[in-house]
């Protein structure tokens, strides 16, 4: 897919069907349609992902950029 191919993202494959995009530290869990798992979202939606973040700024610079 685009993120794999353009961004260099790799596809976590979790036991149980899950799957995540990857890029060094980073990782964004994707949601499958009827499957729910935690943590998440207040409100998953199918086709939507969870996005976590790693910074060894505090998160005012981050946001600021």
């Known amino acids: 897919?685009?993120?794999?191919?353009a961004l260099g993202m790799?596809?976590?494959?979790?036991?149980?069907?899950r799957k995540a995009l990857v890029f060094?530290?980073?990782k964004i869990k994707l949601h499958q349609y009827g499957k729910k798992f935690g943590p998440r979202a207040n409100s998953p939606a199918t086709g939507?992902?969870?996005?976590?973040?790693?910074?060894?700024?505090?998160?005012?610079?981050v946001i600021n950029h």
């Not at 790799?10 to 069907?17: A, D, Q, S």
């Not at 992902?49 to 790693?54: E, G, I, Q, R």
């Open 1 to 5: 897919g685009l993120y794999c191919s």
């Open 10 to 17: 790799e596809v976590l494959r979790f036991p149980e069907g």
């Open 24 to 26: 060094s530290r980073q």
């Open 48 to 61: 939507s992902a969870d996005s976590c973040f790693v910074s060894t700024e505090s998160l005012e610079p």
